[in-house]
């Protein structure tokens, strides 16, 4: 198996503009997970879906954060408009809830800078 | 509020030594607790993981110890190796309900050949 897959890898931007990050999960996995690093907070849960639904975005940080999954195989984090505050790196994680659904497969993350 | 905790941001161990990454939390109802292991550039992979129905688990060179009273848990690497540098974070949830982990801020652990 390929593996959570991220991109893209690095984003540079400028403030305002709008950036979409992009995931697509291990095939058969039907959680997935974006979360948000930074060195004062760690790993922070930003939203999580259940079968395409999303059942958790109180970690959403503010109205500019949205995020979709319109497939099993395909979630998609946008900000719009960015700040240099967003700068982080974003992971992506799925998992197969009911088994071993703790152990989240992440991706290899999206550096975002946002200058 | 961070409800998992690691309040050593670094730790520097010589090779064959033994490592020892701690992680306190806040909310009793967490009942299952991780171990992540991060390199650069890579996402975080697990490691090792407790149920709280257990106070260790051992998986090989690493030992996760869970004391519930003090609401903390510890990692153990032994003999440590210069292939295990790399940033470990704790992790905890509750087996039942929502199956999001919370994470702590990260432990980077260099291994001194």
């Known amino acids: 198996d390929a593996g959570v897959i991220q991109s893209p890898r690095h984003e540079v931007t400028e403030m305002g503009q709008e950036v979409t990050l992009r995931c697509k999960p291990i095939s058969g996995h039907n959680s997935l997970f974006w979360y948000r690093q930074t060195m004062m907070r760690g790993l922070e849960l930003l939203i999580y879906?259940?079968?395409?639904?999303?059942?958790?975005d109180s970690g959403m940080p503010e109205d500019r954060f949205s995020a979709k999954m319109p497939n099993a195989s395909f979630s998609t984090l946008k900000i719009q408009p960015s700040e240099p505050r967003d700068s982080a790196v974003y992971f992506c994680?799925?998992?197969?809830?009911?088994?071993?659904?703790?152990?989240?497969?992440f991706g290899s993350g999206t550096q975002l800078s946002v200058l | 509020d961070q409800q998992v905790k690691q309040n050593s941001p670094s730790l520097s161990v010589q090779e064959g030594r033994i490592s020892i990454l701690n992680c306190d939390y806040t909310n009793s109802m967490f009942d299952y607790f991780l171990w992540y292991k991060k390199y650069p550039a890579e996402g975080p992979t697990f490691l090792i993981s407790?149920?709280?129905?257990?106070d260790k688990n051992e998986d090989g060179r690493f030992t996760v110890f869970l004391n519930k009273s003090a609401k903390h848990l510890s990692l153990h690497i032994v003999p440590s190796q210069p292939g295990d540098s790399a940033v470990y974070f704790c992790?905890?949830?509750?087996?039942?309900?929502?199956?999001?982990?919370?994470f702590g801020t990260g432990t980077r652990l260099t291994v001194i050949p």
């Open positions: 407790i149920s709280s129905i257990k």
């Open positions: 992790a905890a949830s509750r087996l039942t309900g929502a199956n999001n982990l919370f």
């Open positions: 879906f259940n079968n395409n639904v999303p059942i958790d």
């Open positions: 994680a799925s998992s197969l809830w009911g088994t071993d659904n703790e152990k989240l497969f």
